[in-house]
């Protein structure tokens, strides 16, 4: 039988019995000092780990002991996945749910899954840890009380303007993900739709080149022009001002000519 445990400072440590259902574990989103005891008992305890990624997921495992078996649990394999996963839950098995970093389902897969099992009637549980949105707001010195977590925008900038544009208006810090390779053009996109914010890029976080950039959007775009940086971004734009909150004429006339450089008439206005 499988040893149920995990190690810390050398010294293994067996994991107390775990509830039967999904249990959404997460994860560190770069320090592997940044797990917790909980998250370490059930991954020890499970009966099998779904993860986005084994690969990645097995870092962390094998610096903690956890000798769990991984299964490939991600947004290709998903829909073909759940029914089996359905069907070790309905068995009354322990499987905990990873994503490569941080919390599962916060642009991550898993959410069809977690769906799919309360529709089932199995039990689910979270394991709070980890988040790479809410680690980049807290070292953003932008507004916390109000946020919206938009997640990933359009990949083509017409597209990623409009989306933006949509959001001109929400009275709250806004918190973006990004690739490091469409971060400058993301940047000139958001500085056309929502005016020149202050803002701050989030880079690398825990890790050891961490980084957490601020200024307005048209000075980051212009320091991240030339050089297209590394690892996982987050960037935080302030809200708009109060007096921003009923668009001027000249407002909204330049908000229109910059949608219109990408867009057609119909889809700018």
């Known amino acids: 039988m499988r040893a149920r445990a995990y190690h810390l400072d050398g010294r293994p440590i067996e994991a107390p019995e775990l509830a039967p259902g999904l249990h959404v574990v997460a994860t560190p989103i770069g320090n592997l000092r940044d797990v917790t005891i909980r998250c ?33 649990f991600h947004s ?60 980049a707001l807290v070292v953003a010195g932008l507004p916390t009380d109000r946020f919206l977590f938009e997640g990933f925008l359009p990949q083509k900038s017409a597209a990623r303007r409009a989306r933006a544009c949509e959001l001109a208006g929400v009275p709250a810090t806004l918190v973006f993900y ?20 202050q803002a701050c890029v989030a880079r690398e976080l825990t890790k050891k080149f961490e980084e957490a950039r601020r200024g307005t959007l048209s000075e980051l775009a212009a320091s991240y022009a030339d050089a297209e940086p ?12 109060a007096g921003d909150a009923a668009l001027r004429v000249d407002d909204l006339d330049a908000r229109l000519r910059a949608a219109m450089a990408d867009l057609s008439l119909k889809d700018a206005a």
């Open 230 to 241: 590394r690892g996982e971004i987050v960037v935080v734009v302030a809200p708009p001002d």
């Open 76 to 135: 290709h394999n998903a829909e073909r996945a759940t029914p089996g996963v359905l069907a070790r839950l309905a068995a009354g098995e322990r499987l905990a749910l990873v994503s490569d970093a941080g919390t599962p389902l916060i642009s991550d897969p898993g959410g069809g899954l977690v769906a799919a099992a309360a529709a089932a009637g199995a039990a689910i549980y979270a394991l709070p840890g980890a988040c790479a949105a809410l680690a």
């Open 40 to 72: 370490l008992e059930t991954l020890a305890a499970a009966d099998a780990i779904l993860a986005e990624d084994p690969r990645v997921t097995r870092q962390l495992t094998s610096h903690y002991g956890v000798a769990t078996p991984l299964i490939a």
């Open 178 to 197: 990004e690739s490091p390779r469409r971060l400058a053009e993301t940047l000139v996109d958001l500085r056309a739709a929502l005016g020149d914010r």
